[in-house]
């Protein structure tokens, strides 16, 4: 997720009406688009379909007479803000055990995944879904590198654990070690 140059001089070539410019903001930033929307409404398909409303403020916002000092602050903000609202975490349809596997893993998986406090869900997303390394993350979440470790390890564990619980209740094999 290397812009490649130095934002200032994108957001003055954006500022210029260079569309290539425009891009390459909203490409490098839409993982954290869609890691915050999904840690507000809990839907990955929900988050992903709202990340577009995100481009535009986005985008007048780096074209203000004083655009942001951190763009990713601002992006957090803006889609924070853009964010569907969170829905009741309920069962996935009627889905009865006598269905395949991969149902119930799903299901497990989305229970995993709501069972992190919010905070921690952009830092799920952002390594776990896109990979992110942990400096792209740091710098994405305006986070130190060592806090970001320790809280994704902290995650991974949570989320193993929880899968353990899951386990022995549902008897779903987890899969994330």
Known sequence: MDLGEP???????LRKGEH?????LLTTYRPLVHAVMFARCLDLTRAAEREADVHPKLLVRL???SPPADVAAAVRELAA????????AG????????????????????????ALPEADRPLFVLRFVYRL????IARLLGRGLGAVRD??????LGLLGEADRLE?????????S
């Not at 934002?7 to 070539?13: C, F, G, P, Q, V």
């Not at 290539?20 to 390459?24: H, P």
């Not at 803000?81 to 009741?88: V, Y």
């Open 133 to 136: 390394p942990y400096a792209e």
């Open 151 to 156: 809280d994704l390890q902290r995650v991974h």
């Open 20 to 24: 290539e410019a425009a891009v390459r």
């Open 7 to 13: 934002e200032a001089e994108l957001i003055a070539r």
């Open 91 to 114: 069962p996935d349809g009627d889905h009865s055990l006598s269905q395949t596997e991969k149902v119930r893993v799903h299901r497990a998986f989305q229970g995993r995944v709501r």
């Open 81 to 88: 803000a853009c964010a569907p609202p969170a829905e009741e």
């Open 63 to 65: 074209t203000e007479p």
């Open 168 to 176: 022995r209740e549902e008897g779903i094999a987890h899969g994330l």
